[in-house]
């Protein structure tokens, strides 16, 4: 059955200098505008105790530079501003921050009437025309926006959000259950285990070498009293720095989505750890490790992908106890006999020896399914 769906697709640009500036601009604008507007409100609520109502059109007869890029772009920061501030008044959220140059350089704008457009080896953005661009797979849909952005390390790229339509993958009669873990990034229900690639482990070394260099470089500059900008030693160790955080992103991104494609397309119901991560990364040994594995990032890809392909995603409650449950007896073991150095247990009840790892996986599943029956359950009844 078919789907419809927002999909971005992520496109390598290749400017030439003039575009090049062109989105610097760009980036300064959204930048500005965003920094400009949120002071505004903030002194506005000081005085008044009220929130102010500010849009980008109204600072453009101070700053008349602003008519020089995409007014659907600074449209799109008021509308993101207004979000985050909603958000935090409503929601307790945190509260919105001002933005530096040279983070996260981006702005979006939306598609009017085919402002923005693809052919076989360009993009075509609002106010600068068309792009060399690398595609990496086929764009078929109805383009809604395109956010622009610029990697530390000097690349460009366009998302291009496209609302399309994807079929659900065939149903396969098998289901799974996963345990999340940092020796094994994954432990299967059914056996398997996938071993645990820790990126950030493997380049730790070069990348503790290349900011060794920078620091030094940062020291010389201090000393000679020159800015950081003004340094072209500084600057250039900065981009290699930069470059070998993008291979971890990378390369980290890449191996997230292999695999979470992978298990969709295999089983028709997926059941994981719903884990607080934001909590568990307050553990300072375990930090570094559980920010390597990604597990948001996984749990999200799974999330939507199943949404996509006509799977069933079942998170099961982060207090369940997984490892602590015969999975064959369903006998309950407490904290003090099965701490976190114990990796295999018998059970005193049926005395099935138990792998912690796949123990858990197994009663993740069980659980999963249960749950995924009893939602089936409920719906039905609401139909009837």
């Known amino acids: 059955m078919p789907t419809q769906i927002l999909k971005a697709h992520k496109v390598r640009l290749y400017p030439n200098e003039d575009q090049q500036i062109f989105f610097a601009k760009s980036f300064g604008c959204t930048r500005f505008i965003w920094n400009k507007m949120l002071a505004d409100k903030i ?39 207004h979000k985050a501030y909603q958000s935090f008044f409503k929601n307790g959220t945190g509260f919105p921050k001002f933005k530096k140059k040279g983070i996260k350089d981006s702005y979006t704008t939306n598609n009017q009437k085919g402002t923005v457009a693809v052919t076989k080896n360009t993009v075509k953005l609002p106010k600068i025309g068309h792009i060399n661009a690398k595609f990496p797979d086929k764009i078929n849909g109805l383009i809604k926006s395109a956010t622009i952005s610029r990697t530390p390390s000097g690349k460009y790229f366009v998302s291009l959000l496209v609302e399309t339509v994807v079929n659900e993958l065939p149903k396969t009669q098998s289901n799974i259950g996963i345990d999340l873990g940092l020796t094994d990034f994954i432990v299967l229900s059914d056996g398997s285990k996938v071993a645990n690639p ?22 010389i500059a201090k000393a000679d009293q020159r800015k950081l900008s003004e340094s072209r030693n500084y600057q250039k160790q900065k981009l290699k720095v930069a470059k070998v955080y993008e291979k971890i992103t990378n390369t980290r991104k890449d191996f997230l989505h292999k695999l979470s494609f992978n298990l969709i397309k295999n089983h028709d119901v997926i059941a994981i750890e719903d884990l607080n991560v934001k909590g568990m990364v307050k553990n300072r040994k375990l930090a570094k490790a559980i920010s390597d594995s990604s597990w948001s990032s996984f749990t999200t890809m799974l999330a939507y992908k199943s949404e996509w392909y006509g799977k069933t995603l079942v998170k099961i409650d982060r207090w369940y106890p997984s490892s602590k449950t015969c999975s064959n007896c369903g006998h309950l073991l407490t904290k003090a006999e099965l701490p976190l150095s114990v990796r295999t247990w018998d059970c005193p009840s049926c005395l099935q020896r138990n792998d912690r790892d796949l123990n858990a996986s197994i009663n993740i599943l069980n659980q999963g399914l249960l749950l995924a029956k009893q939602s089936k359950t409920v719906g039905a009844t609401g139909l009837a």
């Open 43 to 81: 002194d506005h609520y000081e005085a008044t105790k009220t929130t102010l109502k500010n849009y980008p059109a109204q600072y453009k007869k101070e700053f008349e530079w602003l008519k020089e890029v995409d007014s659907l772009a600074l449209s799109k920061v008021e509308r993101n501003l």
């Open 198 to 219: 820790k990126f950030l482990a493997k380049l730790q070394d070069k990348l503790a070498q290349e900011q060794k260099v920078l620091a030094k470089r940062r020291a």
